[in-house]
């Protein structure tokens, strides 16, 4: 069974640059999860996905972070105008039902470095 | 204050040691505990969970939650090079499918 795929997987930008990450997420997975995990902390839940709606975004800073999963499978997270502090690790990650959220599975992650 | 702590370490044990990792927390609304772990420039990978209090076992990892004390602890035996990492625990609350990660702490399992 394939995992949850990202790309790219390493980016380098300028601040106030924009950028866009891509996931696909295992097949069959209704729900799909963005975090940011600052080098040497823990994954952020940025926003949840079930199916195309969203369930959660409180922690999506919604002035330059946006999101979509516009057919319920595959889905693109932009960050515009880049920060500084947005250098991180993004990672992709999907469940199969609403309910069974500890079984996540996560992507290999986008590095992003913004200078 | 963080909602969960974690020791970020690194944790250096030799080839066959004990490896004890624990997270406390402050939020009693949590009743799911988990464990993952992170290889370098990889996504986290879930070792285990519990619900509630109690113990766990799997193979050589055992995991163990105390929620009177709002500590979680995992305890890894017969400690490889292979299980060199970073272990995160995560907690979710009954409702929704939110995780609240802790900070991770590093291990390194010198041969």
């Known amino acids: 069974e394939a995992g949850v795929a990202q790309s790219p997987r390493y980016k380098i930008i300028e601040k106030r640059q924009s950028v866009a990450f891509w996931c696909n997420p295992i097949?069959?997975?209704?729900?799909l999860y963005w975090y940011q995990q600052i080098l040497g902390q823990g994954p952020k839940l940025l926003i949840q996905?079930?199916?195309?709606?969203?369930?959660?975004d409180s922690q999506l800073p919604k002035d330059r972070f946006s999101a979509e999963r516009l057919k319920g499978v595959d889905s693109t997270l932009k960050i515009q105008p880049a920060k500084l502090e947005d250098s991180a690790v993004y990672l992709c990650a999907s469940s199969l039902e609403y309910g069974a959220s500890y079984e996540q599975y996560f992507g290999p992650g986008t590095r992003l470095t913004v200078t | 204050q963080k909602e969960v702590e974690q020791d970020p370490g690194p944790l250096s044990v030799p080839e066959g040691a004990i490896v004890s990792l624990n997270c406390t927390y402050s939020n009693s609304a949590f009743q799911y505990f988990m464990w993952y772990r992170q290889y370098s420039r990889k996504g986290p990978e879930l070792l285990m969970y519990t619900y509630s209090s109690g113990n766990k076992e799997d193979g050589r990892f055992t995991a163990q939650v105390d929620k009177s004390s709002k500590y979680i602890s995992l305890f890894i035996r017969d400690s490889q090079p292979s299980d060199s990492a970073t272990y995160l625990c995560a907690m979710k609350k009954a409702a929704g499918n939110k995780l609240t990660f802790g900070g991770g702490t590093r291990v390194l399992v010198k041969p």
């Open positions: 097949s069959g997975h209704a729900t």
């Open positions: 996905f079930q199916n195309n709606g969203v369930v959660d």
